[in-house]
């Protein structure tokens, strides 16, 4: 007999024949990841409709000794979501059912929201009450919060408004005994011991599965004002972004900056993406100031601070948005990297954050050693610069890239190169994507054993039969 | 032969003898809160010069079996930093000594720095860098940076900037077994696991002892415009600040609202202080904008949101600073009250936060509860209304408190009657103060049994051997 079959039955009875998928053929947009660059088997995938029902999942794996996967949307960029080849086949417990928007509290700026929310579903009900819910990101649109929760998701906001995890007041967990862990608190200060919710954000469903979270509005900026412009280079834009802070301050609501190659992919890859400058320059930046008023006078102050910067040398070529279709429209270029380089060839992502001060210097010296080892490769540069984050990738042609014998080596080592860059710089390997599966071998090499050692005892404390996505976060 | 004997010598050996404190007369400051509520014995104070030192001196009280008490600035509201009168004696371990100033990386809005440092240390030595560090409270001129981020403390800058775990990006501590844990990165984003640093946040010095932290800075605002004003009453005042979100977002600095009988102390005890009003109203309020620009305009703002409110008979009288002195004046009043109060008798301050639409409700609830006790009693009321935190102060003469046969049972059922309310509001009774002595009993009855489980979970994983401040937090 099926060794599994009790399990599947058990789950059956829990949540309904339909909430548990086994067939092989329902399986494949669980256990591969959006890219199809990972795919494993799983058990089966259960699609609880409460935090009751995952509990029972829970208690039915743990008593049948068969670890949990928990899996939001799907969108991880490094293979976090989906089930490794190698262990014991995983239950995935996907949330997407779990999908309610359960209350918002305008005046607190706060609302109550299912892990399974997608991310822009909640942005636009937070939205619809005149608040702002600020984490913001490519996946948007299929992500989930539980998801951008338990990798502490980071994305175009968090230069003025934090992380995933600045942005979140309560959660609702389900821990590795089956309990239901409320801590649904919509208060913006509570200083009663240990924050327990710091636990779960981050840890990417190694410590429990979150359920539902009370999340953090903002007052909902309704004025902006944004350019594109051409920075000399990025030691300039770092000036320039100076500059913004300086003259600015909370207003500044965004910062991004790709390299030549990247807007040409852009352009080359997706429908209706045009350059906006006359010409292709080597580095673009986008700026956008927001507030809840002053349309004219801040689209003065972004324009008067452009002059200053253009008047410092340190500007090629500007162009502001005259209106919000104009704006979307720069908007969309930066949100079509990922479609773009995923249509365009193979791009080795990697996930960097050195302090602000050391970006320039980063994006030299990955260049200098992702040459060294393939000279004049393609490199991308995606850069929320304001938080020091800067995505490198290493860029292949589908052709190149069938070439190379041995691909996941040549992946690993050259995302090790620009990792170590990082690592010198002081920075970290992963800023906002999290570990999943592509990080692992650099967590056993760049944390420190005192780091190791303390996030064990904690897996230990809370999860000491390594129920949940074993393997996973500690190498 | 004294026992403690061995531990000292060995403490005087590794730190100096000038830097161990055991005779009597030299621990009243040590072992004795400011408020002179609490007081009782240590073994001795150690002061040690760097993280080095405090790892030699965790090692000699573990290998003593001498619990060990973390001490900053010793201002707790709450007898969080002095002995409690059971159980052994603790060495007291006072950071004051490690006050260096390491480093500040303006550019990347970061600086480092020890544990000992006073708060408006750090808040000067980033305004001279044109950043602000927004950690800001009627202590700064004493408590310490060490203090401030392991109470993870609260103050007037919350509402636009969060707590003091929101302003910190990296930590140094001391963990029980002596190893120091370097976490002082300086990075806006790491998603490498769990945030080690959220652990040591707002633990009180159970889970180790806090020697240096990377703070956050952000852009220093330059201009500034303030008000003072009377409501008709908090559900006015509430209006008033949603008001205030909408028509001015993130230039919002600070919404602190005081009652009549707590403005009066003011004037009556803490010299130089004047009603800022023609007439003493029911409900006080102080507002203010902050921004990088835009002086005049800014005013004109606040006028205009004001006369807004005005015309919907929310307000009864209003006051402009209309200069820097004027503006210095208003916040003296708003700083003095825990002056105000030592001198004036005694209060018993509660710190409890409610989701902010319930802020009316808690204060009327509470009024009605704490009258049912002790009729017409004073009651106090300084509240950050922007975060749902209203200090209800029961207030005595110091010859009504003296005439209580039990003065602590009776504090105690004042301050259990608030928390019980603002439990039935879904709120906390510790909202920035912490625990300490006076909210242990409250730990027990309002933490779930979940919560105390994951946290001593944690306690167990960390301390094992109790070390670092036995009894504390966790009932």
Redesign the interface.
Known sequence: MNPVAPLLASLQTELGADAVLSAEADLDGFTEDWRGRFKAPALCVALPSTAAQVSAVVRLCAAHGVPVLPQGGNTSLCGGAVPASEGVRPVIVNLSRMRRIRSI?A????MEVEAGCVLKTVQDAAAAE?RLFPVSLGAEGSCQIGGNLS??A?GTG?L?Y??A??NVLGLEVV?ADG?I???L????????????K??F????GT?GIITAATLKLH?L?THHALAWFAPVDPAAA?RIL?MF????????NAFEMINRRQLELVIEHVPERRNPLGELHDWHVLVELA???GGE?MAA?LQHTLEQAADAGLIVDAVFASNDTQRAALWEIRHSVSEANKKAGVGLTTDC??????VPAFIEQSTRAVHAIIPGLDILIVA?L????AHFIPFFTFDAWREFPDPVAMATAMRHCVNEVAHEL??????????GQT?LSE?AH???A??LT??R??K???DPHQLFNPGR??P
């Open positions: 509290d005046a607190n700026g706060s005149q990798t502490n980071g968090v003025r934090g992380n995890r600045d821990l309990t862990w409320n801590g608190r919509a208060l913006r200060k509570d200083n009663t011991g240990l924050d327990l710091h636990l954000i981050g840890t990417e410590l007052p900026p770092l100076g802070q300086a003259a600015c301050g909370s207003r500044l507030d809840t008023r006078e102050l954050a050195v302090p602000v001060s050391a929320h304001g938080d020091g984050n002081h920075g970290t390997f992963s800023a906002e994507h999290g570990v990080g967590m760049y944390k420190s005192i780091e303390l996030m005892a904690v230990q404390a809370l976060l500690l």
